[in-house]
């Protein structure tokens, strides 16, 4: 069954700095999408970057890329110059299957809280 | 924003009642999903709706039903509350049109949330 899991629930960086945050990914369907999304404390769920099984290359977004070893089934996402609203919950999330298989639906870590400090 | 919206914002309600949650999708969007957050179940999956009709299922009650209305907004209705159902109920919707289902990249755009509090 498919299955995500973000192993550290807290994580600190200081301003300016890059940070990692971990997701590990389990399926068995060769076509897979995986996504990050950030949830500051208003509660909204803000879509980051996404990375197709598929892809040759890392997904990039600004500040956000995804450093992606589909070997080890990890996608994690790295933050650079961290800034103090980068505070916030951030969640991995999957969802298998492309094309016409593809419900949409997705699988969610458990979050990693990210405290940003000055 | 997301283009998505969802009312009521806030929702508190005493065990054993019914509520409905409502969502209208972005402009054009046909799939509306809905999904649950709560402290100990983290975010789930509940229910996804494409163009009125039903596409697949996740940990969704018996208690809890949906529909999407020929408009496309889309209703989550949940009876006989209990306290465990208190949680932050999102609906998403993606996909503008039929031939966007066949690209990989689906992104879904999450609404801001009802926050449903069993009293």
């Known amino acids: 069954a498919q299955k995500i899991t973000q192993t550290q629930p807290g994580m600190f960086v200081q301003e300016k700095e890059a940070v990692t945050l971990d997701c590990t990914y389990d399926t068995s369907d060769p076509s897979y999408g995986l996504f990050w999304y950030k949830q500051p404390s208003s509660g909204e769920m803000i879509f980051l970057i996404y990375q197709g099984s598929y892809d040759q290359q890392n997904a990039t977004e600004g500040r956000y890329s995804l450093n992606f070893q589909k070997a080890r089934k990890s996608a994690n996402l790295v933050i650079s110059a961290s800034q103090l609203g980068d505070s916030a919950m951030y969640f991995c999330a999957m969802r298998e299957g492309l094309g016409s298989s593809n419900t949409g639906k997705l699988i969610f870590g458990q979050g990693t809280t990210l405290q940003v400090k000055p | 924003d997301s283009g998505v919206t969802q009312t009521p914002k806030h929702l508190i309600t005493a065990t054993g009642q019914r509520v409905t949650l409502r969502c209208s999708p972005r402009s054009g969007d046909l799939s509306v999903y809905w999904y649950q957050q709560s402290l100990d179940q983290g975010l789930q999956f509940l229910i996804q709706?494409?163009?009125?009709?039903?596409?697949a299922k996740g940990n969704i009650l018996e208690r809890f039903s949906a529909q999407q209305f020929p408009d496309l907004h889309s209703e989550l209705n949940l009876s006989s509350l209990e306290l465990g159902d208190s949680a932050l109920y999102f609906c998403?919707?993606?996909?503008?049109?039929?031939?966007?289902?066949?690209?990989?990249?689906?992104?879904?755009?999450f609404g801001p949330g009802t926050r449903l509090t069993v009293l």
């Open positions: 709706y494409y163009n009125g009709e039903e596409r």
């Open positions: 998403a919707s993606s996909a503008p049109d039929a031939a966007e289902q066949v690209r990989d990249y689906n992104e879904q755009f």
